[in-house]
């Protein structure tokens, strides 16, 4: 939904104006003057400004001009009477998307309108896309820059400009296909193909058939000649992974690319010659794949040149915060909302997490809170449960050798009551009925223990 400020010293045009835009599609904001405009925008989300000309207090040349600092991406229209179209022209050097004239028919202020809405979502659109783009190419905005990163960017640094075969390790989550990214578009080769193969999810004469391609009547639904992943990245890199998951035969055949930059396509004798740099990823323990006969030592020896690893997030909590603000503005941007910040609790709450499925639960933990939040800030009540109640679990659990009775008591009410509100998905009601208390009661205990705060049973 659209947010559409209008700014005008007259009441009756602003009545007009809301009569004429409002519908389900957008939402309608007034200011009677340039003042109380600003004080909103600093305050709320605006899409776009419908502006006056002459009011008192702040004319709207110099509010267009105020609106453009605080906010460059803010649509502003300016209303003129017809004479003044000098005015307007003004008014559009300094940043204005259009003009209406007074006096104005119902048509032309609602096309008007429509054509700076879409503008608008252009705008949302093409720094989404930008952002993207940056996502690929300056990779330490997405995995963090604290110190435990450090070696890892040193190394992508070293070995981007060289054709050396690198073999990127960590757990899932950790964002092993950014780093293949940041070492491809940083490299010589950045103009060429850059050619993805999840090795996990395919079969295995499938994948041979997707890495190196295969003639037709090959076998059973060959019905042609398919060109392989292989050849498609020639001059390029192609990312291999979870390459931990190839079979035996398959791992002899990538050996010989390795070695003689060489191959065949499944059926057909053609040798075929493939300039492509291989990176490849896992987050297996090859060395014990190797020692029970699972993966071939020589492959092995040639992938792991320049082994990089990539740290879990559990083991760079530094980088959380950074992380976290970063989703927001991306999600914030594609949900059409303007989401400023996360509360205090939240950072804790995210920086005390595990984080078992690393960068990448984040990212989701942090999407879903924007799509929960109905507010400019992020809440702890806004994230996953799990996330929610880890803090509570292990302070609960830690209790002092002379704790008093009391202490023990209120230590095993707390495992109680997390229990609960576990087993009813946070649900207060199911929660006290299954603890045999009012839901009142509850939420009393919630807040002595520190479960949840006031603003927490708001939202």
């Known amino acids: ?33 340039g003042e109380k405009a600003l004080e909103i925008i600093k305050t709320k989300h605006v899409d776009v400004i419908i502006s006056d000309i002459k009011m008192p207090k702040l004319d709207g040349l110099t509010l267009l001009k ?28 300094l940043g204005a998307y259009d003009y209406i004239t007074k006096p104005f028919s119902t048509e032309q202020v609602k096309l008007t309108v429509e054509k700076a809405i879409e503008r608008q979502k252009l705008i949302y659109e093409n720094k989404y896309l930008r952002e993207k783009l940056n996502d690929h190419y300056n990779y330490k905005r997405i995995v963090g820059n604290g110190k435990v990163m450090q070696p890892v960017y040193e190394l992508i640094d070293k070995v981007a400009p060289t054709d050396t075969s ?13 780093v ?4 491809h578009f940083n490299s010589r080769r950045k103009e060429k193909p850059f050619i993805k193969v999840n090795c996990a999810v395919l079969a295995e004469g499938i994948l041979e058939s997707e890495l190196f391609g295969h003639e037709k009547g090959s076998f059973t639904g060959a019905a042609g000649k398919r060109i392989g992943r292989f050849e498609l990245a020639h001059g390029g890199s192609i990312f291999l992974d979870e ?13 010989r690319v390795l070695q003689e930059k060489e191959f065949e396509r499944v059926g057909g004798n053609e040798i075929i010659r493939a300039d492509v740099r291989i990176i490849a990823a896992t987050n297996k323990n090859l060395e014990e794949a190797i020692r029970k006969n699972l993966f071939r030592e020589d492959l092995f020896f040639r992938l792991n040149i320049v082994p990089i690893y ?37 950072i804790e709450l995210l920086t005390r997490y595990n984080w078992p499925g690393n960068v990448r639960e984040l990212e989701n933990a942090i999407q ?3 799509v929960l939040a109905d507010s400019n800030i992020i809440f702890p009540a806004h994230l996953p449960l799990d996330i929610q109640t880890f803090q509570r679990e292990e302070s609960a659990n830690i209790l002092k050798e002379d704790a008093s009775l009391t202490e023990k008591i ?22 006290s009925k299954i603890l045999g208390i009012n839901r009142t009661a509850l939420i009393y205990k919630l807040k002595k223990y520190g479960f949840i705060t006031d603003e927490d049973n708001q939202n």
């Open 66 to 93: 105020m609106i453009k600092e605080i906010d460059s991406e803010i649509v502003v229209l300016i209303m003129t009477a017809y004479g003044t179209i000098e005015t307007a022209v003004d008014a559009m050097k």
């Open 180 to 183: 293949a990214h940041a070492i």
């Open 368 to 370: 879903r809170a924007v």
């Open 1 to 33: 939904m659209s947010t559409i400020l209008l700014v005008d010293d007259k009441a009756s045009m602003r009545k007009v104006l809301r009569q004429t835009l409002e519908d389900d599609s957008c939402s309608i904001l007034e200011a009677e003057d």
């Open 166 to 178: 690198v073999l990127i390790r960590g757990e899932s989550g950790t964002g092993k296909e950014l």
């Open 410 to 431: 209120e230590n095993y009410e707390k495992e109680l009551i997390m229990s609960a509100m576990k087993k009813t998905n946070n649900v207060q009601t199911r929660a």
């Open 243 to 255: 390459i931990g998951d190839i079979s035996l035969s398959t791992q002899i055949k990538l050996l």
């Open 310 to 346: 990539v740290p879990p997030l559990r083991e760079r909590k530094e980088d959380i915060e950074k992380l976290s603000l970063h989703f927001l503005n991306r999600y914030s941007l594609e949900a059409n909302k303007k989401i400023e910040s996360i509360d205090p609790k939240t």
